[in-house]
């Protein structure tokens, strides 16, 4: 079955420390899509990154991050010298090549306070 | 580019009242889903369009919810009667091409809905 696990429900760092957002996908497809959404108070999610099942390389895009071990089935996301307005709730999500059409599933997500 | 464009932006009604959400996509995009997002979890699919075609509507309540697509472009989302626990906001987000997997799927802002 598709799923997206996000253990950790909410994360409290003080400004500037480095802090890693862990995401666990379970999937049948051996082609398939992860991604990682921020949404703000506002509400809009906020496309970060997509990632194809066939590249495992890190990623890293100025403070952020990404780590994606198929070994592991883990797509963890890391924010490094974090700030506050990194403040904001991420979802994790997955998306399987098998279906006619994009289907994205999420997970829960993980709400970051970011302290000054 | 202009993103995907909803409104209303909030809505409080009561229950057993109606309640109708709009949805502009971004221009060109094929395929168009609405979302709903409970407090505290990640946004389930409630429907997906490709151009004016529902592809999947395997989770939306038909009793209550109905969705149109009819020029291939904007939806509309309808909830007749709304229930307590309808209150959620309400996701619109759209993606470029039907022909190849793992599009980018963007989001609105949402239609942050209350019934009381």
């Known amino acids: 079955a598709q799923k997206v696990t996000q253990a950790q429900t909410e994360i409290s760092v003080v400004e500037k420390e480095d802090v890693t957002l862990d995401c666990v996908y379970e999937?049948?497809?051996?082609?398939?899509?992860l991604f990682w959404y921020k949404q703000p108070p506002s509400g809009e999610l906020v496309f970060l990154i997509r990632?194809?099942?066939?590249?495992?390389q890190n990623e890293i895009s100025g403070r952020y991050s990404w780590n994606f071990q198929k070994s592991t089935s883990s797509f963890n996301f890391t924010i490094t010298a974090s700030q506050v307005v990194d403040s904001a709730v991420y979802f994790c999500a997955l998306s399987e090549a098998r279906y006619r059409d994009d289907k994205i599933i999420f997970g829960k997500g993980t709400r970051l306070h970011i302290l000054p | 580019e202009a993103g995907v464009a909803q409104s209303p932006r909030y809505k409080i009604i009561e229950k057993r009242q109606s309640v109708a959400f709009w949805c502009n996509p971004i221009?060109?995009?094929?395929?168009l889903y609405w979302y709903q997002q409970i407090l505290g979890q990640g946004p389930k699919l409630l429907i997906q369009?490709?151009?004016?075609?529902?592809?999947?509507d395997s989770q939306l309540p038909k009793d209550r919810f109905s969705a149109e697509r009819l020029k291939g472009v904007d939806s509309t989302l309808k909830i007749q009667p709304a229930k307590l626990e309808d209150s959620a906001v309400y996701l619109c987000?759209?993606?470029?091409?039907?022909?190849?997997?793992?599009?980018?799927?963007?989001f609105g802002e949402g239609s942050w809905l209350t019934v009381v």
């Open positions: 987000a759209s993606s470029l091409r039907p022909d190849s997997r793992g599009n980018t799927i963007y």
């Open positions: 369009f490709q151009n004016n075609g529902v592809v999947d």
């Open positions: 999937t049948r497809d051996t082609t398939y899509y």
């Open positions: 221009s060109g995009h094929a395929t």
């Open positions: 990632r194809n099942s066939f590249d495992e």
